[in-house]
């Protein structure tokens, strides 16, 4: 249970990252550490060098403007989890947060590094699906900007190259007084969820939807978008049984299966917590709705 | 891969080594600085049990390595108790059976320091939520979540709240 050797760098500044990860063999970047460390210390993984971006600057922050939040890509988990800008414009970030690992993983992990690592059941990735976020992604060859729709490949691959970085996450600003809602199920708070649904609702004055995204996770390779509800929703009026339709809607034809959960009992995950994140998201926008499951 | 050099205040003392770049967080504490009472049950981040707090915020020593903490603050459960004499939580975790074989309690501690220090006057549930992220194998958990409220309801007390 101890990491194989390694060569340690701890670059200060972006370009000297860049440069790093452009001339070294079996390099990997170390970002908060709380998915890689363990991987290494089961030698799983092996690498010959480690780039730590913990010391570079300009990597972290939040800041609001131009329709967008924007997170650096090596902002703490933990403080995303609790920047007032965050819970004014994009609660649904705040919210799935307190889903992500525990408080002490929280502390040090970073979104780009929960980014990059892909995993399934990870929380983050679903909420730049449901945000459709654009990924900042940093080499030698310059910076270039990747819808997130585009960046998950498969299970835990992403169009990142070995010498890539994310640098910041932008996420496009819903109005505000929209809903969000995110629901999972875990076996323990902390767990890997075996399923999870996150929600966006712009709800216009009449009633009816003007905009809805909805994003599942731990049921597939990576998050998918469930683009066929969204569109049952669009023009109707809220209620429990658009709410229903859009959650039964044909979206979750093969889902995960392991010895956690079989591909039936995550398709019925997926479906009542697409319901449970769609009723918190239409209350949260001001819309009363029956409790359906 | 030669060794990197690394300074660190632990507990308020600063102590520079060299060392491997692999070495853990936790190894350093244990190994080089002789501070075992930072246990090691999983070394994957899964158990809690080195928990430590580094600048104040609780982490898995066991996922952070020595040469990240250069220039860090870290306090281990040998700092809750800096003269010998139980602090209030400690004091609380042995009247109420937080504790049976004692193997969690140093991560337990120092989760819940963290914990009392933001809020003074947790609920139950927040007491349970901040220990999502430590194991114990022995208590049921009963004994440490009523140590924590009866220590937070000490402190409140003892700062005239
Ligand atoms: S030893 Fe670090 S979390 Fe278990
Ligand atoms: S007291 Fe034995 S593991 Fe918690």
Known sequence: MKPAPFDYHAPRQLKEAAQLLARLPNAKILAGGQSLVPMMNFRYVMVDHLVDLNGVDDLSGIGVGDGRLRVGAMTRQRDIETAPEVARHCPLLAEALRHVGHRQTRNRGTIGGSLAHADPAAELPAVCAAYDATIHVASVRGVRQVPFADFCTGFMATVLQADEMIVAIDLPLWRQGHGHGFREFARRQGDFALAGAAALLDIGGDGAVRRAAIALFGVAASPLRAYAAEARLVGQPLDAAAIRAAATAPWLAEPLSDIHASAEYRRHLGQVLSVRALTDAARNAGVEVPNIV | ?161
Do not use: W
């Open chain 2, 1 to 161: 891969m030669g060794k990197k050099p690394t300074r660190v205040t632990v507990n308020g003392k600063s102590h520079a080594r060299l060392v491997e770049a692999r070495l853990t967080l936790a190894d350093f504490l244990r190994h080089e600085l002789a501070l075992t009472g930072t246990h090691l049950g999983c070394e994957h981040g899964v158990c809690g049990a080195c928990t430590v707090l580094v600048d104040g915020r609780s982490t898995r020593s066991c996922l952070m390595f020595a040469v990240q903490a250069n220039g860090c603050e870290v306090t281990t459960v040998e700092g809750l108790a800096p003269d010998g004499k139980l602090s209030v939580l400690q004091q609380a975790f042995m009247d109420n059976h937080g504790l049976q074989c004692g193997f969690c309690t140093p991560g337990m501690l120092i989760t819940l320091t963290e914990l009392l220090r933001e809020k003074p006057d947790p609920s139950e549930q927040q007491v349970r939520e901040a220990l999502t992220g430590n194991l114990c194998r022995c208590t049921g958990y009963a004994g440490i979540v009523a140590a924590a409220l009866d220590a937070a309801q000490r402190l409140r007390g003892a700062s005239g709240a």
